[in-house]
């Protein structure tokens, strides 16, 4: 509710009073001058000193984010060496198990091919005995059958000389 008094009021807050404008202004400037003195010295410095670490921070970011990219770069590079050198000992690896795997079937052969030779050698030996016993043998039965015939006309050593030389001769002829 509006009275006349409060309506006297409302007009000469509106209408403009040289005094009023010129005291207000005056007021407005000391706060101003106040403020820049005492709180706007400080409050300048401390969003300067706000802006020198966000600055400070960001540059160690960008510091770090370069440092993890070469630290990538490294470990890329470390794991492109890795990767050859694996592929080196794996490609070593086969062909030292070739070379050996060689080596163990030349040896094999080798071995084989002794074993063979031996078989052979000792064949040969056993057939060299057998024929040997075999003419023993033969000259033996030669010798008392030339005995039962000739009864005592010769001795039996004489007898075993003669049927040897025949058959060292049938031996030499067969050859």
Do not use: C
């Amino acid at each position: 509710m509006l009275t006349s008094g409060n309506i006297l009021l409302a007009g000469s807050l509106l209408s403009p009073e040289p005094g009023l404008i010129f005291w207000t202004t005056i007021t407005f400037v000391l706060v101003l001058i106040i403020l820049k003195k005492i709180a706007w010295g400080p409050i300048i410095s401390a969003l300067e000193e706000r802006e020198k670490g966000i600055q400070s921070a960001i540059d160690r970011a960008h510091g770090a984010k370069e440092e993890a990219e070469a630290i990538l770069r490294q470990n890329r590079e470390l794991l492109a060496k890795a990767d050859a050198e694996a592929d080196k000992a794996i490609r070593e690896g086969r062909e030292y198990a070739e070379k050996v795997r060689a080596e163990i079937t030349e040896k094999a052969h080798g071995e084989s091919q002794k074993m063979i030779a031996a078989a052979k050698d000792e064949i040969e030996q056993e057939k060299r005995r057998a024929l040997a016993e075999l003419r023993n043998e033969v000259a033996d039965l030669a010798v008392r059958g030339a005995e039962k015939i000739i009864r005592g006309a010769l001795d039996a050593d004489t007898q075993k000389k003669v049927v040897d030389s025949m058959i060292q001769d049938l031996s030499t002829n067969r050859n």
